[in-house]
């Protein structure tokens, strides 16, 4: 009778993981955009010089 590969199985499991970290982390990214969209608008304004502003 073969022996199980627990390293494999460990292996796929930690992939798992990390995978599913990732796509946690990229959900988590694209619902901070969202809101900020008009923020990021405002913010090549802000690159703006103040002396720029007062003119």
């Not at 982390?25 to 969209?37: I, T, Y």
Request: aromatic share 4%; charged share 45%.
């Amino acid at each position: 009778m073969a022996k199980p590969n627990f390293e494999y199985q460990k292996r796929q499991k930690e992939l798992e993981k990390k995978k599913k970290k990732e796509e946690k982390l990229q959900r988590r990214q694209e619902k901070k955009v969202v809101p900020g969209e008009g923020a990021a608008e405002a913010a090549p304004e802000a690159g703006v010089p103040a002396a720029d502003k007062t003119s």
